[in-house]
């Protein structure tokens, strides 16, 4: 008869290649179940949104189903996300903030911000997305919440946000007039960003990304001195201009000690509406060169497309609207990658924890 501990070696052949380890040490194998011919077991990832679940599902079931005498197999696949370990004070229930960031503006930080945001909230994991870009707030508009008001409890100074497309979000555009331009300074902005993280009930979360002002100026320093920001996504166009502001963008995170999960590349080439044939208008190299010189790695590249443009711009995300379509499947695999990158991380922490001096 096959017990448990043979079930647990045959599956310890099945190794996670962001860890280097197999999946039994790793402590992902869990409820090993056998009644006569039939074995059911969990497997509980890092991750809802991790990019080899199913290939870890088939090699499971194979595994198991090559043992003598078994017949049936029932493997479950969950998930806890992890969060890292911090010296800062962490926002109770949010396991991981996430910056995306730009050098410049106009590079689709907040089109990239979105559909990153339902593209992870697709994969069952809880997902809030925190528009701090004070100055022009664009995620109201981009997840068609344009004209909506939170509630807001008074007295116990709490703000609830708003959900669309299974997302949490928040911006400062819900609680002031959307077209007025806002000349803060820079007290102002910390205050406000501040008010943003804390004050509002996120709940449980897996995954906060903060769509951020571009530059690297107050509120950059506000999130990173208050918060423990587990990594920040660089957009970047290909242009020479911007991938330069790119860089002083990564240059900043790392003077804080955040790391950089990775750069996007967006508007990586220019999709031909009538033809489909890709041109690289805004040059090509340029960001690989970029995650080369850093030491970091380029997590997607998007095009410039649009369909992207009319339907982010419209309040209804590509991955939402036309969720099979190419560019739907591109911040997927963003979503998909940013989540291993943090895993990777949070088991570093884990596995070498911080020691807090003084
Ligand atoms: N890949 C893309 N293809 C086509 N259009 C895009 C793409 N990415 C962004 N855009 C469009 O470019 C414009 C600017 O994008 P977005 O507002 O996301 O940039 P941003 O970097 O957040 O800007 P800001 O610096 O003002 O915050 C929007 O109209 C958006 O729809």
């Known amino acids: 008869m096959t017990t448990e501990a043979a079930v647990l070696k045959a599956l310890s052949q099945i190794i996670d290649p962001d860890f280097g380890k197999d999946i039994v040490s790793l402590g992902f194998v869990k409820d090993v179940k056998i009644d006569g011919s039939s074995v059911s077991f969990t497997i509980e990832l890092t991750t809802p949104a991790c990019p080899v679940k199913e290939e870890f599902r088939r090699q499971a079931d194979e595994a198991v189903m090559a043992l003598t005498g078994i017949e049936r197999v029932h493997v479950n696949m969950t998930s806890r996300v992890t969060a890292g370990i911090s010296d800062k004070l962490a926002i109770p229930g949010i396991a991981n903030i996430i910056a995306i960031a730009s050098g410049k503006g106009g590079v689709g930080k907040s089109t990239t911000s979105v559909n990153l945001a339902v593209a992870m909230a697709q994969t069952g994991a809880r997902v809030g997305l925190l528009d701090a870009d004070i100055y022009g707030p664009s995620v109201p508009r981009m997840m068609g919440l344009s004209g909506f008001r939170p509630e807001v409890d008074v007295e116990g100074k709490t703000i609830y946000p708003l959900e669309n497309y299974g997302v949490k979000t928040m911006s400062i555009g819900y609680l002031v007039e959307e077209n007025k331009a806002m000349i803060w300074r820079g007290p102002m902005v910390a205050g406000a960003l501040g008010q943003l ?13 903060v769509d951020m002002p571009p530059g690297t100026g107050d509120a950059q320093l506000t999130l990173t001195q208050k918060v423990p920001v587990t990594g920040a996504v660089m957009v970047t166009t290909p242009q020479d201009i911007a991938l330069l502001d790119c860089r002083k963008g990564i240059d900043m995170f790392n003077e804080v000690h955040v790391p950089t999960l990775g750069i996007v590349e967006n508007m990586s080439q220019f999709i031909c509406p009538h033809c489909g044939e890709s041109s ?8 690989d060169r970029l995650a080369q010189e850093y030491k970091t790695g380029v997590l997607a590249h998007i095009p410039l497309d649009m369909r992207i443009r009319e339907l ?9 609207a036309l969720p099979d379509s190419e560019q739907a499947v591109a911040y997927r695999q963003l979503a998909g990658e940013i989540a291993r990158k943090i895993s990777i991380i949070n088991r570093r922490k884990i596995d070498i924890p911080v020691t807090v001096q003084g």
Not at 202 to 209: A, H, I, V
């Open 312 to 320: 982010s711009d419209s309040g209804t995300p590509v991955v939402a």
């Open 280 to 287: 690289p208008i805004f040059a090509e190299g340029g960001a």
């Open 197 to 209: 993280l804390g004050d509002v009930a996120w709940g449980e979360l897996d995954y906060l990304f």
